[in-house]
């Protein structure tokens, strides 16, 4: 299955990967993923390094990890065809907006496997945000564990902001503009919108039928992402 699988990912468009029922990569389109990963400077999952490697593994966040292993477990076991929703995977200084499909593939009877597909919808420059610098982030982490934590969404990079009424999820620009702090130590999470958007994308699933918890920028998901 793999040498054909390895022939199909090379053409396809974006970044795509197929991994086993348990998240372990078993092949990748090349030459797009080496690229994708040396521009996300993450280059431990590039160059012949991801084969094996647990996807799930790339994701620091418990709760956007535990929505793509129940997408990846939904779509495995035929609960649900496939998934595909939009999300954010921002450079600091691109917004980039992409379309995540997930579906099983294999043939009846046989193992089966779980294709991700990401493809590029649109990319848009813009000011520096340290925000979305994973090499900044690291760098904060280490030198200074005082730091406020910011959570920003994993699926639209919004940010999570203190409101009177609770939490606002802010876009990276308006975080900014009402004065927002750049040295702050960065976790993803998934917002309340996201969550359902990604769990049931076009919303509640049919009366009486159960919907499934379902990550992501960790929006792959993208391995490189948080």
Same mark, same amino acid.
């Given at each position: 299955?793999?040498?054909?699988?390895?022939?199909?990912?090379?053409?396809?468009?974006?970044?795509?990967?197929? !991994?086993? *029922?348990?998240?372990?990569?078993? !092949?990748? +389109?090349?030459?797009s993923?080496?690229?994708?990963? #040396? !521009?996300? &400077?993450a @280059?431990?999952?590039?160059e012949?390094?991801?084969?094996g490697?647990?996807?799930f593994?790339?994701?620091?966040s /418990?709760?956007?990890?535990?929505?793509?292993r129940?997408?990846?477990? *939904?779509?495995?076991?035929? &609960?649900?065809?496939?998934?595909?929703f939009?999300?954010?995977?921002?450079? @600091?200084?691109?917004r $980039?907006?992409? $379309?995540m499909?997930?579906s099983?593939?294999?043939?009846?009877?046989?193992?089966?496997?779980? %294709?991700?597909?990401?493809?590029?919808?649109?990319?848009?420059t #813009?000011?520096?945000?340290s %925000?979305?610098?994973p090499?900044?982030?690291?760098?904060?982490v280490?030198?200074? !564990?005082?730091?406020?934590?910011?959570?920003?969404?994993?699926?639209?990079?919004r940010?999570?902001?203190?409101a009177?009424?609770?939490?606002?999820?802010?876009?990276a620009?308006d975080?900014?503009?009402?004065? +927002? /702090?750049?040295?702050v130590?960065? &976790?993803?999470? /998934?917002?309340?919108?996201? #969550? =359902?958007?990604?769990?049931? @994308? =076009? +919303?509640s +699933?049919?009366? =009486?039928?159960?919907?499934?918890?379902?990550? *992501?920028?960790?929006?792959?998901p993208?391995?490189?992402a948080e």
């Open positions: 299955m793999i040498g054909s699988a390895q022939t199909l990912l090379n053409a396809m468009d974006g970044i795509c990967y197929l !991994a086993d *029922a348990e998240g372990r990569i078993l !092949a990748v +389109g090349e030459p993923w080496t690229a994708f990963l #040396r !521009a996300s &400077s @280059p431990a999952w590039g012949g390094r991801v084969i490697r647990n996807l593994e790339a994701m620091a /418990a709760e956007v990890r535990a929505i793509y129940d997408i990846h477990e *939904a779509v495995l076991t035929g &609960s649900r065809p496939h998934v595909c939009e999300l954010r995977c921002d450079a @600091p200084d691109v $980039r907006m992409l $379309r499909s997930i099983a593939v294999g043939d009846a009877g046989g193992p089966r496997a779980v %294709l991700y597909q990401s493809q590029l919808l649109s990319a848009v #813009r000011p520096w945000m %925000l979305f610098d090499a900044r982030i690291v760098e904060l280490r030198a200074e !564990a005082g730091l406020p934590i910011v959570t920003v969404c994993s699926f639209c990079q940010a999570a902001s203190p009177d009424d609770g939490v606002e999820w802010l876009d620009e975080y900014y503009r009402l004065g +927002g /702090a750049s040295d130590r960065v &976790s993803h999470g /998934a917002c309340p919108d996201c #969550r =359902g958007r990604v769990e049931w @994308p =076009g +919303g +699933g049919p009366e =009486g039928e159960p919907r499934t918890s379902p990550p *992501a920028c960790e929006g792959a993208l391995v490189a």
